[in-house]
C-alpha cells in the first residue's frame, strides 16, 4: 500500500485519494480545481461540512463482498470474496467518479457533486453498483468454497 500524503486545504487523505482519480493526462491542478468547485457547492447546497459528506458518501458506496472469476474443471464461477478496507475504499471511489462521469450535466465539478450528496443521502447510480455487487456476491454464495 502506497503513503497517501493529504491535500493542501482539506488535509485528508480520502481528498487526495478522490484527486487521483480525477485526474486525466497528468492536470492534478485541474483535478484540484475540480473537486474544490464541487466540495464548494456541496457547502452552499447542505449547509454541512463537505468533508462529512463526502465521508458518508465513500462509506455508502464501499462494497463489504465482491465476486472473483475462478476457473474450476472447464466451468468459470463468480466467487464472492470479502473486501479489504483500503481495497474497498479505492472500488467506492472508483464508482463514484464513473458514476459522475455517466451523469448528463455541465461541468464535472456539477456533476461530482451531485453525485456525492446523492450517495450521501443513499441514492444515486454508485449505490446501486455497490447493491448490485452485493446482489450477485449473494447469488454465488454457493461457490464461496472455491476461495
Not at 46 to 67: C, E, F, I
Not at 82 to 103: D, H, M, Q, T
Request: some cysteine; proline content about 3%; aromatic content about 4%.
Amino acid at each position: 500500500m502506497k503513503n497517501i500524503e493529504s491535500d493542501p486545504v482539506y488535509r485528508n487523505r480520502l481528498v487526495n485519494m478522490l484527486v487521483d482519480r480525477i485526474l486525466k493526462n497528468g492536470k492534478k491542478s485541474l483535478a484540484y480545481q475540480i473537486l474544490y468547485q464541487a466540495m464548494k457547492r456541496i457547502r452552499q447546497k447542505t449547509n454541512k461540512n463537505p468533508l462529512s459528506v463526502l465521508r458518508q458518501a465513500v462509506r455508502g458506496v464501499t462494497p463489504d463482498v465482491v465476486t472473483q472469476t475462478k476457473r474450476v474443471g472447464g466451468s468459470t464461477y463468480r466467487v464472492p470474496v470479502e473486501v479489504a478496507p483500503a481495497e474497498g475504499k479505492a472500488l467506492a471511489i472508483r464508482w463514484l467518479l464513473s458514476a459522475c462521469r455517466k451523469r448528463s450535466g455541465r461541468s464535472t465539478a456539477l456533476r461530482l457533486s451531485d453525485e456525492l450528496m446523492d450517495a450521501a443521502r443513499n441514492s444515486g447510480s454508485a449505490i446501486r453498483k455497490k447493491e448490485e455487487t452485493h446482489k450477485v456476491a449473494e447469488a454465488n454464495k454457493a461457490f464461496a468454497h472455491f476461495r
